[in-house]
Structure formats: structure tokens, C-alpha cells
């Protein structure tokens, strides 16, 4: 049974700095990761997914990944009271291409303090 | 284009009873994806399907389960509620790669809004 594990926070960090979340993940073979942002009451939604080793920017995120260690992070830069949410890590329960079928992190709540 | 559709929105039920949901997926997506949350055990993977056959399937008792149809509408249903069985449970679609390649953005899932089943 693959296993992904967040720090569940809340992490608070002031605005304008740069918010930190990690996820470990169980099973070595896992190829693709996604993070998730999830506002408090809507649905979560896609914001980084990465492949390969190394760092993967997007605007004001990256995700970095290291399957050596396996672990997957991601850095806010610049953090925005609008980044207040849950950041939900997740890998592919198998290898078949769909997104359909991810196995979540519990999910790291995350505060941007004006 | 418009987006994942679930009703109900909300559900009260009691307990012993059954309950199915309902998930319109965007148009053109043929891949129907399951997921519970709860406070304490997060978002979880129930099932997924594609083309009214269930390609994937989590860990949940057989009280859960779902089909498609063949205009790709599916639904889930549970059986003889428990008071744990009370939480947000979200729908999603995408498209389904041709052959074996890793999951990107093309084949991103969106979610639905959800239903809240509350079990009393």
C-alpha cells in the first residue's frame, strides 16, 4: 500500500516570504507528482506536478524532487495571504498514466500572515 | 466549457440506510475518478473508471461501490451506512492517456464540488 505523509501544519508564514512544504512518499517506484492546493471549502485543484529529479518552477512555485531520498517539496516564493490553504501532496496509485487514481497526503495547512 | 457536476450537494441519511451520488464528468472526459474526505483520514482514493469498466479500485469495504454509464455520467452508492461514513465525497474527471506514459497535464483531473453526506 503506497503511503505519502505531510507535515499537517499549520505552517504560518509572513507575507512576502518563502512557505516550505514537504511530502515523503513509500513506494520507490512512484514515477509522477502532483501538489494540490485545496481552499477551505471548495475542491482541491492542480498546481505543480513534476517528473524528474531536480526543480520544476512555475511562477512563484517550484517543486523539487528527490527520488533518492523520496521526498518532494514545494516552495512558495513570495508568499500572499491568497496562498492561505491546504497544500495536498500525491503520487498515482499505479504506473498507467491517469491522474484518476492518486493517493493523497493528508495535507499541509498553510497561513500567510498579513 | 462547463465543469464536474455532483448532486446532491448535501445528503442527511441514518444509519442502516443506502445512499448513491451522482457525477456529470466535462464533456468529453471519459475518466470517472472517486475520492472521500475526511478530517482524519484526508482525501482518499475510492475508485476510478473509464468506458463504464472500474479500472481502479481503493481500499474500501464492499459497501462502497460505483458504476458508469455510457455516456460516462457515474455514480457511487454505499450500503447499510455507518456513522463514519459521513464526509465530503468529491468526484473527478479527465481524460485517460493512449498507452503507458506517465500522468501530465494533459490528462489533468478536475474536481466537482462535492456532496456532504452527514450519517446520523
Known amino acids: 500500500q503506497k503511503e505519502v505523509e505531510q507535515n499537517s501544519g499549520p505552517l504560518s508564514v509572513p507575507e512576502g516570504a518563502i512557505a516550505s512544504l514537504n511530502c515523503t512518499y513509500s513506494d520507490r517506484g512512484s514515477q509522477s507528482f502532483f501538489w494540490y492546493r485545496q481552499y477551505s471549502g471548495k475542491s482541491p485543484e492542480l498546481i505543480m506536478f513534476i517528473y524528474s529529479n531536480g526543480d520544476k518552477e512555475d511562477g512563484r512555485f517550484t517543486a523539487q524532487l528527490n527520488k533518492a531520498s523520496q521526498y518532494v517539496s514545494l516552495l512558495i516564493r513570495d508568499s500572499q495571504p491568497s496562498d492561505s490553504a491546504t497544500y495536498l501532496c500525491?503520487?498515482?496509485?499505479?504506473?498507467?498514466?491517469?491522474?484518476?487514481?492518486?493517493?493523497f497526503g493528508k495535507g499541509t495547512k498553510l497561513s500567510v500572515k498579513p | 466549457k462547463a465543469g464536474v457536476t455532483q448532486t446532491p450537494r448535501y445528503l442527511i441519511k441514518t444509519r442502516g440506510q443506502q445512499v448513491t451520488l451522482s457525477c456529470s464528468p466535462i464533456?468529453?472526459?471519459?475518466?470517472v475518478s472517486w475520492y472521500q474526505q475526511t478530517p482524519g483520514q484526508g482525501l482518499q482514493f475510492l475508485f476510478e473508471y473509464f468506458s463504464e469498466t472500474q479500472r481502479n479500485k481503493g481500499n474500501f469495504p464492499g459497501r462502497f461501490s460505483g458504476r458508469q454509464f455510457s455516456n460516462s455520467r457515474s455514480e457511487m452508492n454505499v450500503s447499510t451506512l455507518e456513522l463514519g461514513d459521513s464526509a465530503l465525497y468529491l468526484c473527478?474527471?479527465?481524460?485517460?492517456?493512449?498507452?503507458?506514459?506517465?500522468?501530465?497535464?494533459?490528462?489533468?483531473?478536475?474536481f466537482g464540488p462535492g456532496t456532504r453526506l452527514t450519517v446520523l
Open positions: 473527478a474527471s479527465s481524460h485517460l492517456p493512449q498507452g503507458p506514459r506517465l500522468a501530465g497535464p494533459e490528462n489533468e483531473q478536475f
Open positions: 464533456s468529453g472526459h471519459r475518466s
Open positions: 500525491a503520487v498515482p496509485m499505479n504506473y498507467g498514466g491517469s491522474q484518476g487514481n492518486l493517493i
